[in-house]
């Protein structure tokens, strides 16, 4: 029995669109017929899903608080002896996302053909990444599938919490900036030409200060759409230029050595990173592939070259704590705790309480920043309003003065 995903209309014409399950495509066809609907177009899931592997779409994947609450929901299930098929169907009926519906209906047809949970998931790679798949594979080789499970809900959970701080952190600044820029921007457009025009009349010269206003307001408005061209061709080369992987790399470099954002980069890499190793070992998964799953999910490029020399130094026979630390891109503390879990046999606590310490590490780093750039902000476009301002006074006091 597979999954199939139909398009069909009823009796007054009306679009029906949805996921059933059926041994063929006639069998669903029959099935929406005893439904009194007109089936047009039935598809198994599974040819869709080979079909957009070849095709470019922004919405290949789920997000990742979907993939958590799959993830705890199928956790809960199997642990409480549900068998795998009927919580596969349990958590489909759950969601009423059809792009989510149709993967978790798509991997049950997998399981209901005899084959096991990690060939179902790899048919979906898009929704479901390399370390989920492989933390799978290792569960149900070691017939711990529950407990992998209750790792890997934890694990979905921890990093989608860990990209919701940092998103929600990035929130504020950027609607302030935004803000800031779009009223400053119509001051020098709308307000200070007609403000500032009248005290081109009087035949006086005008401040520094405000001759700059009036240069940069006359400005504005005559190139302004070079000015848009200019933005638009560059982000747009930028953009092109950091898809080559040597610019990508040096870009990185730079932000590792940037005073703040590089112990940013540093932190949530090495979190990202240490958490990952942590849930495959602690799975089962042999120490070579995890360090191979692990270096995919670090989004700096050094750090990850240096995640693939140590696995190269692992397979010679070396630590991974010393493997990791001759790069010196990762921070001390981490290091010393993983080479004390290997020291002492307890790899997987200690790669847990590294990554904790680094998340929690983060949590305050991006508190502590959100307090400061704030008020920042604040002060900056407090003071260029205040230079706008002044700019306008300036040839006030200078007419009075000439008056008396």
Do not use: C
């Amino acid at each position: 029995m597979g999954a199939y995903q139909y398009v069909a209309v009823d009796t007054g014409g009306k679009e029906h669109r949805g996921i059933l399950e059926g041994d063929t495509p006639k069998h669903v066809r029959q099935l929406l017929r005893d439904r009194q609907l007109l089936p047009v177009e039935v598809t198994e899931v599974e040819a869709l899903e080979r079909k957009s592997r070849r095709q470019f779409s922004l919405f290949k994947g789920i997000s990742g608080l979907d993939l958590a609450l799959v993830t705890r929901q199928l956790a809960t299930l199997v642990k409480a002896g549900l068998p795998l098929e009927e919580a596969l169907l349990a958590v489909s009926e759950h969601t009423e996302k059809p792009r989510l519906k149709s993967v978790v209906l798509g991997v049950r047809a997998k399981v209901l053909e005899g084959q096991s949970l990690a060939v179902g998931l790899n048919e979906f790679p898009y929704a479901f990444p390399p370390v989920y798949r492989a933390t799978v594979t290792a569960g149900e080789q070691a017939g711990q599938l529950d407990a992998v499970l209750e790792r890997l809900a934890d694990y979905t959970e921890s990093r989608h919490t860990l990209r919701q701080k940092v998103g929600q952190a990035m929130v504020y600044p950027i609607v302030l900036t935004t803000i800031a820029m779009f009223i400053v921007t119509l001051m020098l457009v709308y307000v200070v030409p007609k403000v500032v025009g009248v005290f081109e009349t009087t035949g006086q010269q005008l401040p520094v200060m405000t001759r700059a206003l009036i240069a940069l307001s006359s400005g504005l408005q005559q190139w302004w759409p070079v000015l848009v061209a200019v933005i638009v061709v560059g982000l747009y080369t930028a953009n092109r230029l950091l898809k080559r992987e040597e610019i990508r790399r040096r870009v990185h470099w730079w932000l590792l050595k940037a005073p703040i954002f590089g112990r940013v980069t540093r932190g949530l890499n090495t979190a990202r990173f240490t958490r990952t190793l942590s849930i495959l070992t602690s799975s089962g998964v042999p120490a070579l592939e995890a360090l191979r799953i692990s270096a995919s999910v670090v989004a700096n490029l050094p750090m990850r070259s240096a995640v693939e020399d140590a696995a190269v130094r692992v397979r010679e026979g070396g630590a991974i704590g010393r493997a990791l630390a001759h790069s010196k891109l990762f921070p001390p503390m981490s290091v010393h705790l993983i080479s004390s879990g290997e020291a002492s046999g307890e790899l997987d606590d200690m790669l847990e309480r590294a990554a904790n310490h680094q998340e929690a590490e983060m949590d305050s780093l991006l508190a502590t920043m959100l307090s400061v750039l704030e008020p920042l902000l604040i002060v900056v476009m407090g003071l260029v309003v205040l230079a706008i301002v002044m700019a306008i006074l300036l040839p006030i006091f200078q007419i009075s003065q000439l008056a008396r």
